[in-house]
């Protein structure tokens, strides 16, 4: 059974920093794209950056590129997600996701995390 | 960036109704469309692919559309239904998601 398990939201100050991990098992980690998308009440779901299987491509939403830093450990099963300059409008649930698709990906989001809160707030 | 625009972004329905959710491109994105159920509290759940109806998903879902028009339509509306649904296009970076549309009990 495929599942992901985020850990490291919580509170941060405006220009903090935080990171993100999300463990994988179930399947072979390395083979398939992931990626971190983002919800909030009033922006619904929001994509952040993928990073493609097989030591692909990174690709960012221009809203958190510069930012935002995405990584995996493939001898750890684990995909982070570095924050920096945090901001407000940066609060959201995190999810993490798996491609649907072995190698590069399609893209399409066939398993997801249960997410995992960020606030950023003074 | 390519916008995915939903409609409507709510509908009322009962038990046994057909609804139907439109998804439109801001330009052509081939079949590079997928279909996502959420319900309260949960993470999103991918119900369609490029047309293609995901394991586990019951086949009173249909997906259609290519370019930049799509459709997914509930026939026979179930209790477990009443969720929101999004469109995503993954034809071109960056990915962007539909607003949603939420299907609510009449």
């Known amino acids: 059974e495929v599942q992901l398990l985020e850990s490291g939201g919580g509170l941060v100050q405006p220009g903090g920093s935080l990171k993100l991990s999300c463990a994988g098992s179930g399947f072979t980690f390395n083979n398939y794209a992931m990626a971190w998308v983002r919800q909030t009440p009033g922006r619904g779901l929001e994509w952040v950056s993928t990073f493609s299987g097989n030591g692909g491509r990174i690709y960012y939403a221009d809203s958190v590129k510069g930012r935002f830093t995405i990584s995996r450990d493939n001898s750890k099963d684990t995909l982070y997600l570095q924050m920096n300059s945090l901001r407000a409008e940066d609060t959201a649930i995190y999810y993490c996701?798996?491609?649907?698709?072995?190698?590069?990906?399609?893209?399409?989001?066939?398993?997801w995390g249960q997410g995992a809160l960020v606030t950023v707030s003074s | 960036d390519i916008q995915m625009t939903q409609s409507p972004s709510s509908v009322s329905a009962s038990v046994g109704d057909r609804v139907t959710i439109t998804c439109r491109a801001s330009q052509g994105i081939r079949n590079w469309l997928a279909w996502y159920q959420q319900q309260p509290g949960k993470a999103p759940r991918l119900l369609y692919s490029s047309s293609r109806l995901q394991s586990g998903v019951p086949a009173r879902f249909s997906g259609s559309g290519s370019g930049t028009d799509f459709t997914l339509t509930i026939s026979n509306l179930q209790p477990e239904d009443f969720a929101t649904y999004y469109c995503?296009?993954?034809?071109?970076?960056?990915?962007?998601f539909g607003g949603g549309t939420r299907v609510e009990m009449k």
């Open positions: 996701a798996r491609d649907l698709d072995y190698g590069l990906g399609s893209f399409y989001l066939a398993y």
């Open positions: 995503q296009q993954t034809n071109t970076f960056p990915l962007t």
